[in-house]
């Protein structure tokens, strides 16, 4: 089992900048993907970005991105860490949602929620305008 947790979230003005990060613990596997997804009420819950990582280093071209966070959100990881971080910058109201990390012990997963194994219990991100 892998545990996920998310921490970071909060109350920011349109335009701010919010970091989120995401612990694994437990019985980790030496490559993995991991990913930020995020739901607002009323909708279901949506991609925001992936990263994996090889065993070695975090792969080359690994990160991705949904098209509506490009340019604004980045993912990267610190593996000595087992934590990866979603830092969100000129946010809006429409990012406003609780976001989820999750885990998955294929290291090909992207952006399709049946691709990630372990979830967290999600952080609440409210963006005012």
């Known amino acids: 089992q892998v545990q996920l947790l998310e921490s970071g979230g909060g109350l920011v003005q349109a335009g701010g900048s919010l970091r989120l990060s995401c612990a694994a613990s437990?019985?980790?596997?030496?490559?993995?993907?991991m990913g930020w997804f995020r739901q607002a009420p009323g909708k279901e819950r949506e991609f925001v970005a992936c990263i994996s990582w090889s065993g070695i280093s975090w792969s080359v071209g690994s990160t991705c991105y949904a098209d509506s966070v490009k340019g604004r959100f980045t993912i990267s990881g610190d593996n000595a860490k087992n934590t990866v971080y979603l830092q969100m910058n000129s946010l809006k109201p429409e990012d406003t949602a609780v976001y989820y990390c999750?885990?998955?012990?294929?290291?090909?997963?992207?952006?399709?929620?049946?691709?990630?194994?372990?979830w967290g219990q999600g952080t609440q991100v409210t963006v005012s305008s």
């Open positions: 999750a885990y998955s012990t294929w290291i090909g997963a992207r952006f399709r929620l049946h691709e990630y194994d372990y």
């Open positions: 437990g019985r980790t596997f030496s490559s993995y993907a």
